[in-house]
């Protein structure tokens, strides 16, 4: 059988699995709206990753709003550093959040790319994940050195500028052997290694490089073992590695196997699986920081190949993490402190600040695995407290996405610009600014606080597509442009759900329409 056909295939047992999904959805009663304009919903999230660009933008650039900016980055240590996306609502460019992005967008591609091809959105993800991945091969300038990070944080919140009046530091930053980041080389390994695969039959000359870069970053991890924030002071208090390196160096392993199948790597996965805590630590959080429940699904998945089966009894043993996680999501494990905590309205909550990311992660996460049930021939999952269906994982992920972007108490959209209401201060220096094309009239540092950032006007820049820290533990939401921790958006947060927005609106399209 060739590919073609095994979609097609996959896609009709899938037809009967939705059919079920649509009568548990349908029969549910509930004041809010069932389901929403998911494909409304992936196109705009794209878009956010334009707003977010770093550099000379080109012509084609859709959100107009902004203008080039950053351009004499790296400048200093002599080094082009031009490019690369802007981490959140300030103007630093943070490796490691940054590759963790760009990992979660290649995955999300890799999972859904036939839905979001559909959707016609696949040239726009492509784009995303490249505007990442040609900033880290300039990042990358020699085999042991990477360039993790421009700017800072002191300075750059010190102002509130537009990114294309920056006049804050824009020093930068790496890692080499004498001060190592295994963390951010091992992340940024995994983002080229993933990224290798979605380009592998469009751009096969792209992905080899990406792949060699991704190799080359990972000895580089593996070789000079370190955490980057005790080398890199200036990013403590922003994205210290909690987690250290040790699920970065497994999880660019995955990837690396994923994207070469050399045995090499899974060997590592494998041999590191009990010293790196990968078949060790249950965990309820996957984040830019914790990626433990992303490489036991990853490891869940290759259990379903034959030839991976003489590694069975290492592979069980992740998987029985990852079910450890899912099985958290869906509150089914032993005992409230192995569950995930939820928000009166159903959002998961992990924290008060940019509690959103959890959400998406999550929901991506139950995707994917709701999936893996599916295709497997173990049609349940096993939790401690009962038994779950593909079909109660992928509501659940749908759950989450629904309230993201709408049906919740507050009939709020935390994706900004999406649906009736939806946050208008967002924590955002270019959105909260006027547009540069409109006034490029200078706006000194505390310019910007005084004149745009004080003002209880909406912002006069709407950052479309940019998934904010959403509400607190009682599903409330203020509004504020101060309010950081609910109404900054960042780049990770939106990634995973790329993919998950293509599907659902695919299942929207062929099933759920019924229902309008
Ligand atoms: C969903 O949104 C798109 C715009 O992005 C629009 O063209 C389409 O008609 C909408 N679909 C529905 C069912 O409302
Ligand atoms: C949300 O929408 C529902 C259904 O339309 C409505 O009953 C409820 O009052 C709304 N809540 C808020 C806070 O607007």
């Known amino acids: 059988m060739n590919n073609n056909l095994i979609k097609l295939l996959s896609i009709s047992q899938y037809y009967c699995f939705i059919l079920s999904l649509f009568f548990i959805i349908t029969s549910s009663k509930s004041t809010n709206p069932l389901s929403h304009n998911y494909s409304d919903a992936l196109t705009k999230s794209l878009l956010y990753f334009e707003a977010q660009r770093s ?6 650039q859709r959100v107009t709003w902004r203008h080039h900016s950053g351009l004499t980055d790296g400048l200093e240590q002599g080094v082009d550093l031009i490019g ?7 103007h630093v460019k943070f490796g490691l959040p940054m590759a963790f992005t760009v990992t979660m967008l290649s995955w999300s591609i890799i999972e859904y790319r036939e839905y979001i091809a559909r959707a016609r959105e696949l040239d726009h993800a492509l784009e995303a994940i490249k505007w990442g991945t040609d900033y880290f091969i300039k990042a990358h300038t020699s085999p042991n050195v990477l360039w993790v990070e421009v700017g800072d944080g002191y300075t750059d919140h010190y102002c509130w500028q537009r990114p294309e009046d920056m006049t804050t530091s824009r020093q930068a930053y790496k890692v080499d052997e004498n001060s190592p980041g295994s963390d951010v080389a091992g992340e940024t390994a995994a983002a080229m290694a993933a990224a290798s695969v979605v380009f592998r ?13 991704a190799q ?3 000895e580089f991890a593996d070789k000079y073992r370190g955490k980057y ?3 890199i002071e200036v ?7 909690v987690s250290g390196y040790k699920d970065e160096l497994l999880w660019a392993a995955m990837w690396l196997y994923k994207a070469t199948e050399n045995h090499r790597y899974l060997s590592y996965v494998i041999d590191n699986a009990n010293e790196f805590g990968g ?22 998945q290759l259990l379903y190949e034959e030839k991976h089966l003489k590694h069975k009894n290492i592979l069980e043993q992740y998987r029985s993490k990852a079910e450890y996680y899912i099985c958290s999501c869906l509150r089914k494990n032993n005992g409230t402190k192995n569950n995930v905590v939820f928000t009166p309205g159903g959002l998961i909550f992990i924290r ?3 509690n959103m990311q959890y959400a998406s992660s999550g929901s991506f996460l139950t995707m994917v695995y709701s999936d893996l049930l599916h295709k497997s021939n173990r049609k349940m999952l096993k939790c401690h407290m009962e038994d779950v269906t593909p079909q109660e994982l992928l509501q659940f992920s749908k759950h989450q996405v629904d309230y993201i972007l709408g049906s919740n108490p507050l009939n709020m959209s935390y994706l900004v610009g999406f649906g009736p209401k939806f946050p208008t201060r967002v924590h955002h220096r270019g959105a909260s600014i006027v547009s540069y094309r409109e006034n490029n009239g200078f706006i000194g540092c505390t310019e910007g606080y005084d004149n745009w950032y004080a003002s209880s006007d909406p912002n006069p820049n709407v950052v479309v597509g940019a998934l904010v820290g959403g509400p607190n533990h009682n599903d409330e939401f203020a509004d504020k442009r101060g309010n950081y921790m609910q109404t900054e958006a960042c780049t990770y947060n939106i990634a995973p759900l790329v993919g998950i927005f293509a599907k659902l609106s695919y299942l929207e399209n062929t099933i759920f329409h019924q229902s309008y």
């Open 352 to 354: 008060q600040w940019n």
């Open 55 to 60: 550099g000379h933008l080109p012509h084609n």
């Open 201 to 213: 039959k469009i751009n096969p000359r792209y992905s080899r490089l990406l792949l060699h870069h």
């Open 235 to 241: 990013v403590k208090n922003y994205y210290t590695s």
């Open 229 to 231: 924030d005790e080398n």
């Open 84 to 90: 690369g996306y802007y981490d959140a609502g300030d």
């Open 216 to 218: 080359q970053l990972f």
């Open 279 to 300: 078949t060790g630590w249950s965990i309820t959080e996957f984040s830019w920081d914790v990626k433990y429940a992303g490489i036991q699904v990853l490891a869940s």
